[in-house]
Every structure is written in C-alpha cells, then in structure tokens.
C-alpha cells in the first residue's frame, strides 16, 4: 500500500494539477476513481485491505465503466488545481497509519497551505471509496 501513497506523493512534488475526475458512479461513493493530472493518471480503487493505488500509462489502461465526475461535488472545485501533498490519513489519531500495512484512507491537498486549500477525505468503505471534502 505505501507503494501506491507513493505514486500520488510524485505527483504531489510534480506539482501536478488536476484535469479530470473519473469513477463508475457518480456521487459522494465510487467503486473505480481516476484522477487525471497533467503528469500522469491514478486509478484508485477498494481492495481487500484498503486503497489500491496504481498509476497508469495510458487511457487504454482505465476501465471502460468510467463517466465524469467534473462537475461532482468536491471535484469542480479542484479542476486546474495542483496536488501539493498526499498521505494516509488517521495518522493525526495514530489508526490507519501506512505502518499498519493498510492504507483505509487517503488526504490528498490542493493548492499550498497559504493558498486557501482543499483536502479531499477518500476512504476506502467495503466495495466502495468515500469521497468528502475535509474544512481546514
């Protein structure tokens, strides 16, 4: 699992923006969620012990059940956006943390600290990811 936070930490220190947001489903829960960023694409997925995070190389890659998200909530806030950091989250309660080997939820940050951020919550829910958007 610390693989794939690894994946989205390259991308944090790309600086890449988002582009897109993909899932199979549309609101607050998706089963298959990729984000598109001008560096590269990440699936992310439930698994039986938390998040699989890949990345893939080319649309070819994606799963063919896959509609927009864009003007989802909190997805059309974040367009054009850069990622600025990724990490587990529950590691501020000491639950969760990567150490465990299980990664049940990702924060990721949009734009700087001093930019007026957004951190997104997904939460990895069964056969499903929870996506919210976290006050800062």
């Known amino acids: 699992m610390q693989e794939g936070l690894e994946i989205l930490e390259r ?6 923006k988002i582009l897109r947001a993909e899932g199979d489903r549309a609101g607050a829960s998706v089963g298959v969620l990729t984000l ?9 997925a439930p698994a039986e ?3 699989a995070i890949a990345g893939v190389d080319s649309r070819e890659g994606l799963p063919d ?3 927009s998200l864009d003007e989802e909530e909190p997805w059309w806030r ?7 950091a990724a990490w587990p ?3 501020e ?3 969760g943390a990567s150490g465990l080997g299980k990664l049940m939820v990702v924060k990721l940050r949009f734009r700087e600290e001093t930019e007026n951020p957004r951190v997104v919550r997904l939460e990895a829910t069964g056969s499903a990811i929870r996506v919210s958007l976290e006050d800062v």
């Open 65 to 67: 059940v896959l509609g």
């Open 89 to 91: 989250g529950g590691v």
């Open 49 to 51: 012990d938390g998040l």
């Open 36 to 44: 598109t960023f001008d560096v590269g694409r990440v699936v992310i």
């Open 11 to 16: 991308v944090a220190s790309a600086g890449g």
């Open 78 to 84: 974040l367009l054009g956006q850069p990622l600025t």
């Open 93 to 95: 309660e000491g639950v």
